[in-house]
């Protein structure tokens, strides 16, 4: 949920007794594929998948005086919390057509992609007791009642069309993909009159080479750009968000050593993002907001090996330069967005 975080349980203002946080998200689905021929292929994807979560936290308010020793030592504390039911559901048809043009050998793919998107949302807000920094005591909060400060249901339909080429020439691989998306959303306050609904519509395209070598290495190049409308509601009396764009150039080597089942790679990214929606505290209240550009550049170090039939391993490690290129507010340009780290790292076995 933008503008939410968990608290962690070491910040000295949560508190075990009020904070958790529960989850349930069960799917279902299915692949389709046949073969018609030895030139075409059809498939078809679906799946369906719900969300419902319960989020309650406390957070920090205001430093304060202790009222016995004068001393600046209480935090003032916002207890909140509600949660979602969540429903989503896409389903993908494809036609894929290999055939020959010479010394090129193409994999031509072609679809129609749609998705349906539900949330009924609810949150809520109260006050909760102070905290001692000096000697912080947890528990006996007592009761607390939350007035809802947000109730709203977001339903949001988008439908895609793409068509996308993959070409062998000898080592060589080119790719070449475009999409067209057509897209509408509408968000309904339960609490008040801000309801809203709009249609967004854009073209994105990408494009990639990659050239294989008879030692293993494989440097590749790619080009890609990006839509995606916002489903946060804006504040009443605004005009609903443009979606957010972006596009990406990234260039990297693959390194497979011979004779083994390792994968390794070094990629440089350059992602521009526009429009991307930001919610901040102002006066006590959430307010959602559209930051004109950030730029994220970075490095990124992968690595996955099959070590069993039945076991293989991934790792990453990624460097991430992330700055606030333009915005409205003259602050927070030059710097970093909030909650954005600058070092990530990931492990796991399948």
């Not at 390194?255 to 930001?278: C, H, M, N, R, S």
Request: net charge negative; aromatic share 12%; with cysteine.
């Amino acid at each position: 949920i933008p503008g939410y975080g968990y608290i962690p349980r070491d910040f000295l203002v949560s508190d075990p007794d009020f904070e958790n946080f529960e989850r349930d998200q069960p799917w279902i689905g299915y692949e389709f594929e046949r073969e018609l021929n030895d030139t075409f292929t059809v498939r078809q994807n679906a799946r369906y998948q719900y969300v419902d979560y319960e989020h309650h936290t406390l957070v920090f308010g205001a430093k304060k005086p202790d009222p016995v020793t004068g001393r600046d030592t209480l935090i003032s504390r916002i207890a909140s919390g509600g949660g979602a039911r969540t429903d989503q559901f896409t389903i993908d048809n494809q036609v894929e057509a290999k055939f020959s043009t010479g010394t090129a050998e193409h994999t031509l793919l072609g679809g129609l992609d749609y998705r349906y998107y539900s949330r009924d949302y609810h949150w809520g807000r109260g006050s909760a007791p102070d905290i001692d920094l000096t000697d912080p005591q947890y528990g006996d909060i007592g009761a607390i009642t939350l007035s809802p400060s947000q109730v709203d249901e977001t339903t949001a339909r988008q439908t895609g069309i793409y068509v996308q080429d993959q070409i062998e020439i000898g080592r060589l691989n080119l790719m070449a993909g475009a999409r067209y998306d057509w897209a509408s959303t509408d968000i309904d306050d339960k609490l008040g009159t801000n309801d809203q609904s709009y249609d967004d519509e854009a073209f994105t395209w990408r494009v990639g080479a990659i050239y294989n070598f008879d030692n293993g290495i494989s440097p590749y190049v790619s080009y890609s750009t990006s839509f995606e409308p916002s489903l946060t509601a804006p504040g009443k009396d605004q005009e609903a968000f443009d979606p957010t764009t972006a596009e990406q150039y990234e260039v990297g080597i693959k390194y497979t050593p011979e004779g083994t089942d390792i994968v390794l790679t070094v990629a440089y990214f350059d992602l521009t993002q526009k429009d991307v929606v930001k919610t901040d505290w102002i006066g006590g209240e959430p307010v959602s907001r559209q930051v004109g550009k950030i730029r994220n550049r970075g490095v990124e170090v992968s690595a996955k090996a099959e070590i069993h039939d039945n076991l293989t391993l991934i790792g990453s490690y990624a460097y991430l330069d992330s700055e606030v290129r333009n915005s409205l507010n003259e602050l927070e340009i030059g710097r970093t967005p909030a909650r954005q780290p600058a070092h990530q790292a990931a492990l796991c076995a399948k």
